[in-house]
């Protein structure tokens, strides 16, 4: 059977996908889930082990209530660097995310927070509300029309 993204929703292949985990007792890390899948909400982790950066910016997004972008990514990633130049600094998405609290981290500088993540390849973008849970992944490049979208909602929840 194929895959058919037109007519599977996000929230009913992330149940397949954890029932087939589940079946098979495969361990998955609950941030790399559907956020809405099951109705479960999954809290944004900051480790205890968290680098100055991202607590800082945690607290400056709690401070000012704002949502959270975070995009993990590398140096050498050519779908992180087409990201970056093509859809983060697109005006219309540049002013999107003058309203959200923007984290980049490096993962080669960062390994452990790309663990803590379950990032398990670059680019990967976690949207974060303003209470701090999972509202939204990307994994992979996005042009800058839905990307924007994406963040759009973000704001509006």
Request: glycine share 6%; net charge negative; charged share 25%.
């Amino acid at each position: 059977m194929l895959y058919d993204d037109a007519a599977t929703s996000p929230e009913k292949l992330a149940q397949v996908i954890a029932g087939v985990c589940d079946k098979f007792s495969i361990s998955r890390l609950p941030v790399a889930e559907t956020p809405t899948a099951a109705g479960r909400q999954i809290e944004a982790p900051l480790p205890d082990e968290a680098p100055d950066f991202l607590v800082e910016a945690f607290e400056q997004a709690r401070a000012a209530n704002r949502p959270m972008v975070l995009d993990f990514q590398t140096e050498w990633c050519g779908a992180c660097q087409r990201l970056k130049n093509e859809t983060l600094q697109h005006p219309n998405v540049a002013d999107l995310l003058a309203q959200v609290q923007m984290v980049y981290v490096d993962l080669d500088k960062n390994p452990k927070l790309g663990e803590w993540y379950g990032i398990r390849a670059v680019p990967d973008v976690v949207f974060v509300d303003r209470n701090g849970i999972i509202a939204d992944r990307l994994n992979g490049f996005e042009p800058p029309e839905g990307f924007a979208s994406r963040v759009r909602k973000l704001l509006s929840q």
